[in-house]
């Protein structure tokens, strides 16, 4: 007990000479959109000054990874350019960074992940899983960048025109597996790949709640397995229809789920109530109390 499913080689992420371990507590990637017009806190810090005092809440409040994102991926979203995502994140990344903090960026352009890196990002969380862009792999690689490869199907704009699958499971797998021998072809070290089956991208509400409970199936591919749910709209289905901002507690019903059934990493907005709620599904799942047990 105590030691991730994953394996020895994979209770620790490598990144730029820095490694994050995995095993034995959960790990949060807290959320921080810097876009105008993201799905849930769209706008709400495009202002600098706020969203580094919101990454350094959510450090305080648990957060190992703070995952600063310029672009938004809703179907529709404007799309941005490669010097306006640029001007929106790297302030951020360099005020983060610098205070010892691991910054992941979210982005599918490689010269935004090359600035950002230059600033001082530790984890490139690519949801095109570096098929976007054909030089996201050399720009991840000359950094010896952590990153996150997503599973989508198509791309942003249209990936919710079709959500059907002969064997949904089977097919994120398949992906991940390639993109994965990707990586390593392309001189990635495999202890810096994190994989994510995608909740959301190009699938159905269903499809989403089968991702979720057969996550165990992605064990074989021995990488840390990272899980975002936190308040997309599949929990707004399953609550009949209810709006973003009312989708915490179904966020946090997820979160655990995840965990239970093996994620290693949550991507959340709300990161307190995110890490409680792992905290009690991983004890369940390995049978361990956590560290501060003093007062039962
Ligand atoms: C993810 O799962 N997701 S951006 C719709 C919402 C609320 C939130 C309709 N980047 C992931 O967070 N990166 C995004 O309500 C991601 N995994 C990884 N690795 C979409 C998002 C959201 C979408």
Redesign the pocket.
């Known amino acids: 007990m105590g030691v991730s499913r994953v394996g020895r080689r994979g209770c620790r992420i490598r990144g730029r000479g820095r490694e994050l371990v995995v095993a034995g507590r959960p790990v949060v ?1 807290g ?1 921080l ?1 810097v876009t105008p017009d ?3 806190d769209g706008g709400v810090y495009v202002d600098p000054g706020r969203a580094i005092e919101r990454g350094i809440e959510m450090m305080e409040e648990g957060a190992d990874i703070i ?1 600063v ?1 310029g672009e ?3 179907p529709g979203a404007v799309p941005v350019s490669m010097e306006e995502e640029a001007r929106r994140v790297l302030p951020i990344v360099e005020r983060l960074a610098g205070r010892g903090l691991l910054v992941s960026v ?1 982005t599918m352009k490689s010269e935004v992940a090359r600035l950002a890196m230059e600033a001082g990002a530790w984890m490139i ?3 095109s899983a570096m098929t976007a862009d054909p030089l996201m792999a050399s720009a991840v690689r000359e950094h010896g960048a952590a990153v ?1 490869l ?1 599973h989508m199907r198509g791309e942003p704009a249209t990936m919710q025109r079709d959500v059907e699958y002969k064997d949904l499971v089977a097919e994120v797998y398949d992906h991940l597996a390639s993109r994965i021998k990707f990586a390593e072809a392309e001189g990635i070290a495999p202890e810096s790949v ?1 994989i ?1 089956p ?4 190009g699938k159905s509400a269903l499809g989403n709640l089968e991702l979720l409970s057969r996550l165990r199936e992605f064990s074989p591919l021995k990488r840390p397995v ?8 599949f ?2 289905s399953v609550l009949g229809g209810r709006a ?1 901002s009312g ?1 915490l507690f179904g966020s946090l019903s997820a979160a655990a789920i995840a965990v239970f059934n093996g994620a290693d990493i949550i ?1 959340a ?1 709300d990161v307190k109530e995110t890490l409680d709620a792992a905290k009690v599904a991983m004890a369940v799942r390995d049978k361990e109390l956590g560290g501060d047990n003093g007062d039962i």
């Open positions: 990637m959320i959109n993201s799905f849930s995952d994102g938004s991926t809703r979210d969380n690519d949801v996150v997503m994190v994510d995608g909740i959301g991208f990272l899980v975002g749910a936190s308040r997309k709209s929990i707004g973003s989708r991507r907005h």
